[in-house]
């Protein structure tokens, strides 16, 4: 499973003044992506942590092409792009409906669960999402 | 329909340093839920926004009692305590599983949607929660 | 020291579609107004919690008076209504110069940094904030 | 003036589970730092947009050198990079004293204040910030 399809609903407290999605809320949701993209895999980040590995955020591209609304119903599409021995790179569309909204490029680096040490991308991930 | 339950899932951006959800972030997932009972019964915020009423939290009251972690599925149940004219009060307990982790008891106003005065309570809402 | 004045920017990232500021981001205000009191007496919430001691909200009544806007600037009065044994109550009054916003009224426990066990408010803060 | 320094200090809000700031979160601070600087050269975001102009993110890069912390006081630097008619591109560096915390580099649109379509960069901070 490289593609992972996430949908969530806008509320009033991913809104700013302007009457659109916040822009940092947008990682928010990329997040909570990702972490669903585990847990399908049979992964969840408590349990990675107590395993001794943590994915931590090393670099992210935005690009912001459309705003969203209170009450949209969005879809966070990620794909793991590349998975190397310490880091993975991913991308993360977010659409409403046919519509773009935003797209992110992230590398995520593999650490030990003090963050202190690199340490290997897990096997099993490794071998799922390839 | 007086009572309506609404899940979710906690993830790192509701988390705080105590390694614990953070304790304002339990009004973000009670106005989510609030939203959602309104959307079952045929309401979205923006549409009433249109239609000329907003609900907006006049006071609230909350009692911690466990803290929540990172993986938590939560359940919101919200329950219409009271309906009046120009406002209502609702009562939501947040659960996990059997635990209570927060209880929260809040009243709002209908108010215009410039929020410049206040407006009946829309009749159909009225009905549907008492 | 009964008494601390805190003075805050409301930013986008404060606001909702509502053109406001949030409701729940009024809880990140206070406690940051409350954080900045235990500094000013000495004490920082890290090496609090390095000494064993956590403050952990435990109940709050909250009062919404006036909306509040992007660019305002907001001040904090917190003051430390009563100093038991194992408990605080603070009162924590949010104004926009002459206006009040919001009113809240909390209650913290003093407890292990483990969270697990209720320990005395530490002496020296008892002692300040009395 | 090119270049511009604001102070901040990360609270229980802009951490997370691991016990640092969560990494979105850097994004607002960013978003602080800005209006600060505008407001520093005799503009505010809400007269702007009375004035018919809003600045738009249009896209992000970010790198994560170094985790921050609770009671951290961070400094954002931001230096506009280029001014141009419709856009500007800016770069801000968080440093915890010597530390580099986090590089952010962001192209903002000028749109007009419905968001409907861009606008020039009003003449004044054309000039200022060149």
New interface residues.
């Given amino acids: 499973m490289r593609e992972f399809s996430y949908e969530l609903?806008v509320?009033?407290?991913d809104?700013?003044?302007?009457?659109?999605v916040?822009?940092?809320?947008y990682?928010?949701f990329a997040?909570?992506a990702r972490?669903?993209m585990l847990r399908a895999i049979g992964y969840?980040?408590?349990q990675m942590k107590e395993n001794g590995v943590?994915f931590?955020?090393?670099?992210?591209?935005?690009?912001?092409k459309k705003?969203a609304?209170?009450?949209d119903v969005l879809t966070v599409v990620t794909t793991a792009e590349e998975i190397k021995k310490f880091s993975a790179v991913f991308s993360q569309t977010i659409r409403r409906g046919e519509d773009e909204i935003c797209l992110i490029r992230l590398k995520v680096a593999s650490l030990s669960s003090d963050?202190k040490r690199i340490v290997p991308v897990p096997e099993h991930i490794a071998e799922v999402l390839k």
Same sequence: chains 1, 2, 3, 4.
């Fill in positions: 609903r509320y009033f407290s809104t700013d003044a302007e009457g659109i916040y822009h940092a809320r990682l928010d997040e909570h972490t669903e969840n980040q408590s943590i931590v955020v090393k670099s992210m591209e935005i690009e912001y705003p609304f209170l009450d963050a």
